[in-house]
């Protein structure tokens, strides 16, 4: 890589490679979106609140709001707003996509952890109440995911922070006019350097594009990209990686055969090296062998495995021991990856562990039949009990109801003890295999002075240079 870092003259467009699919206005409940739909849906249908740049919430449709009963009742009072037709937004519109997205048979991915919502109620035309069944502090974290951005799929859009000023595989996004801010006529000549122009497409794409200065942020880089990086001369200057937290390891999909005794799937948790594992994807990447990354909002400490007080030579031992006494036949196990120069080198070190204590592995599609996932998703709250129920893809009966049992919790205080309940219960099941924290990485320019690094690895694109908003 080179020393100096990538420039491009404060002119023109932001240009903004996103690594995935080219970006499309799709409804959250119909389909899952990667991060160049979630970053074009973010820009042009912000929620009721919004993350700024640090990942931090601020106002997004609502300009204030309250909490009330103990934290039961959430009201927003929304802001003068349009949407993208010039038509106003009313309180009545925002809970009829509200309550869509969280509707039972929603596929919209964060409507498993919104089913402590009784209600949205419109109170008045610029008022509307999220009523609660049970307390959840982090409610504003997740109304600021683009999952839950308040998105009209037909001509009329959303309602800012961008308008679409240029359709197409690479929208151009302008600054919306903006009803509440004092000079209106100022809004009307935005300058060019205020656009932002949004491109999907392949990891090696986009870095090639920065290297030749001809766009100013990769965003959406995780560890399946990360050994590109080795071949583009980008300087370390403009290599940005997040803090994420989140989930990053093997779920176990399949319980039957070798894999139906928790014993034999806590020997394969024990087998695999993740020092060797990270350190041969990208430097200082940091390993993880529990569940719960702290305590959040458990009652107790996370649980760890207690194959964690052993060596890494005592615990191949120990798992070598186990498949040894194993009389079901030669053990072989099909883990399921996406594709991508990092999975490959995640898998060889994975397939290297496994072998070392007498397992055959074989690597198949994201997609495929498989008795291991891998699972790969940055918290887009801060509640241990995400973390559990991400991780129990397929778990025991009994760890499945602890979960159930967290989430209906009807106070914080027995909602804590049941997070520490369910965390040991899972610890116990051994039905996920974690390994490190997600990786996430940015190239940014220079320009771009008010990205941040952030825990929710978000960055929205109205809070990339200092004067946007």
Not at 88 to 115: E, H, K
Not at 273 to 299: G, Q, V
Not at 359 to 370: F, K
């Amino acid at each position: 890589m080179t020393g100096c870092d990538q420039r491009r003259p404060d002119t023109g467009p932001v240009i903004v490679s996103a690594i995935g699919a080219p970006p499309r206005l799709v409804d959250p409940r119909r389909q899952p979106i990667d991060t160049p739909s979630r970053l074009l849906i973010d820009s042009t249908a912000q929620g009721l609140v919004r993350f700024d740049a640090a990942g931090q919430i601020e106002p997004g449709l609502a300009e204030r709001w309250i909490v009330i009963d103990g934290g039961m009742s959430y009201i927003f009072r929304l802001r003068e707003g349009d949407w993208g037709d010039g038509t106003p937004v009313t309180a009545d519109q925002v809970v009829a996509i509200l309550n869509r997205q969280i509707a039972s048979g929603s596929r919209n991915p964060l409507a498993p952890f919104l089913t402590a919502i009784d209600e949205i109620v419109a109170m008045t035309p610029q008022v509307i109440e999220v009523r609660l069944g049970r307390p959840r502090p982090d409610l504003l974290k997740l109304f600021a995911q683009p999952e839950l951005a308040l998105l009209r799929v037909t001509p009329a859009g959303g309602s800012g922070p961008f308008r679409v000023a240029s359709r197409g595989r690479s929208p151009l996004l302008r600054p919306a006019f903006d009803p509440n801010q004092a000079d209106p006529e100022d809004q009307r000549a935005t300058r060019p350097e205020k656009d932002v122009r949004l491109i999907g497409e392949r990891a090696a794409r986009a870095i090639a594009r920065f290297a030749h200065h001809d766009s100013d942020l990769v965003s959406g880089g995780s560890f399946v990209d990360w050994p590109l990086l080795a071949t583009a001369e980008v300087s370390p200057a403009n290599l940005r990686v997040d803090p994420a937290a989140g989930l990053f390891g093997l779920a176990i999909v399949r319980r039957d055969g070798f894999l139906a005794d928790a014993a034999n799937r806590e020997a394969v948790a024990e087998a695999i090296d993740r020092t060797a594992l990270t350190a041969a994807i990208a430097p200082n990447w940091d390993a993880a062998d529990r569940i719960l990354p702290d305590i959040l909002d458990s009652a107790a400490l996370p649980q760890v495995p207690g194959w964690t007080l052993l060596t890494q030579d005592e615990r191949r031992i120990a798992a070598r021991q186990r498949v040894a006494a194993w009389s079901g036949g030669p053990v072989s196990l099909r883990i399921a990856l996406p594709s991508g120069p990092g999975a490959t080198l995640l898998y060889a070190q994975v397939a290297a562990s496994l072998i070392a204590v007498g397992i055959t592995p074989e690597r198949v599609a994201q997609d495929a039949e498989a008795e291991l996932v891998l699972v790969d998703a940055v918290a887009p709250y801060d509640s241990a009990r995400w973390y559990l129920a991400t991780a129990c893809v397929l778990c025991g009966d009994g760890a499945q109801a602890a979960i159930t049992a967290a989430r209906e919790a009807p106070t914080l205080a027995d909602r804590a003890r049941r997070i520490a309940e369910a965390d040991a219960a899972m610890n116990a099941d051994v039905a996920f295999i974690p390994l490190a924290r997600p990786l996430r990485w940015s190239l940014v320019s220079t320009r771009l002075r008010q990205w941040q690094p952030n825990v929710r690895a978000w960055h929205p694109l109205n809070r990339l240079r200092a004067d946007t908003n």
